[in-house]
């Protein structure tokens, strides 16, 4: 397809015109003078063959008249940014983003004025990427103003024009051009993407730190974000972005021992820059960590170092001890990390990680009322007596049949009461 021609859509974009509440979005606001056409994320994601989880459609229409439309149809609709003309409308409760068609005014790198236009081709040029600008019609018209459909059938990624004008608009797009690369292309990066990447950095200090976790926490949920983490690294920007030497390694032996399961990006974040407690109370700050992302970090880190320097995974009751002090989630992110750090014996860590999977919730099976009850005097007495029974609960091996707990019990007020 030439960037100047419209052709019948592909099959698979085709089949997205199958669905009752597109089509009503659609012939809603295609009539009467007026053109709405499926853009973006939905059409890539189903030529690439992805799940396609929302819908965003570009009309000639503008919020005002996209609100009355809605309303003379009862349908629901939410101004979610009537300044860039967008307003979702909700079809039996699933939401359309409808966008006024738009081109840019003025643009700092991280805000844009606009205004509204008439004109796809204009609009599909002022976004970044090429594989994110087809647009297509309800009668499956596929348009491509630069050369996106090319692309996606060979799984590449590029700016739409210069990439350095397309960066300066906005700098979010440099973690963008590694978040998409990572999600939706393969073999080597775009070199004169990177290169735009790399001479526009200075501007990756004006993006909010919210941003920036949005980005890297979806790059390190992508397919590819081993191989794509370890070139972001190698450009320097990662570090940078983290204030952090990154470990681009250990990453891509984390997402390599998976075994097949979803990414975690948390625990991909851990792998990458955490060593020590103080790096995850680092990243809490860079990257504005909401308070159980930031606990978590800790609690692994924690449980990490206490690992540190081992060859081989603990013994079954070091392995016990660790879960019990640290948690079994701290004890599972800990032994994940070990095992991508100590490749060389990933089988053995991978035995010890499967059985602290398979451990018990470890917590202490008695409470101050037990010594109470066994005549253990209020007050200290009570801690000294807990942090003994803890003690010998432990070197017992954590039993939790009755008989033995009372026993333990039994011996601990006896030792409190002398």
């Known amino acids: 397809m030439s960037s100047s021609t419209a052709a019948p859509a592909p099959p698979a974009a085709k089949a997205l015109l199958g669905r009752k509440d597109l ?88 805000h844009a004025k606009v205004r509204f236009s008439r004109d796809f081709a204009a609009d599909a040029k002022r976004r970044d990427f090429t594989m994110n ?31 350095v004008s397309r960066i300066r608009e906005d700098y979010l797009r440099i973690l963008r051009f590694f978040r998409f690369a990572a999600a939706y292309a393969e ?10 990447c790399l001479r526009e950095r200075e501007g990756l200090a004006r993006l909010s730190r919210e941003r920036v976790r949005g980005e890297l926490m979806k790059l390190l949920a992508a397919p590819r974000a081993g191989e794509v983490t370890g070139e972001f690294s ?18 891509v032996n984390l997402l390599r021992f998976a075994e097949g399961g979803a990414p975690d990006p948390l625990l991909g974040l851990a792998a990458l820059c955490v060593n020590l407690p103080e790096d995850a109370e680092r990243l809490r700050g860079r990257l504005r960590l909401s308070n159980p992302e930031a606990q978590r970090l800790v609690e692994a880190a924690t449980a990490f170092a206490s690992l540190h320097g081992l060859e081989k995974p603990p013994a079954a009751a070091s392995l016990l001890r660790l879960i019990f ?9 800990a032994l994940a990390l070990m095992q991508a750090e100590n490749s060389e014996n990933a089988a053995a860590w991978r035995e010890a990680l499967a059985s602290a999977r398979a451990a018990p919730e470890l917590r202490l099976p008695f409470s101050g009322t037990d010594l109470l009850a066994r005549g253990v005097p209020d007050g200290k007495a009570i801690g000294e007596a807990l942090r003994d029974l803890q003690t010998r609960w432990i070197e017992a091996g954590f039993p939790q049949d009755k008989r033995r707990l009372a026993e333990l019990l039994d011996a601990a007020a006896a030792a409190a009461k002398k």
């Open 325 to 333: 002090r640290s948690g079994k989630r701290a004890a599972c992110d």
């Open 133 to 163: 600008a087809l647009s297509m019609t309800r009668d499956a018209t596929l348009y491509d103003y630069v050369g996106g459909l090319a692309d996606i059938e060979a799984r590449r990624l590029r700016f739409i024009g210069d990439p």
């Open 23 to 110: 089509m009503r979005v659609l012939s809603l606001l295609d009539t009467d003078g007026e053109e709405a056409r499926v853009v973006g994320g939905a059409l890539r994601n189903a030529l690439l063959g992805r799940p396609v989880g929302e819908f965003d459609i570009a009309t000639t229409a503008e919020p005002e008249a996209v609100i009355a439309r809605a309303k003379a149809a009862k349908l629901k609709s939410v101004p979610t940014g009537l300044a860039h003309g967008t307003v979702m409308l909700l079809v039996e409760g699933e939401p359309f983003e409808v966008t006024t068609l738009r081109e840019d005014i003025e643009t700092d790198g991280r």
């Open 187 to 196: 073999g080597p990066l775009d070199p004169e993407a990177l290169l735009a």
């Open 234 to 251: 190698e450009t320097g920007l990662l570090g940078a972005l983290l204030g952090c030497a990154p470990n681009p390694r250990r990453l």
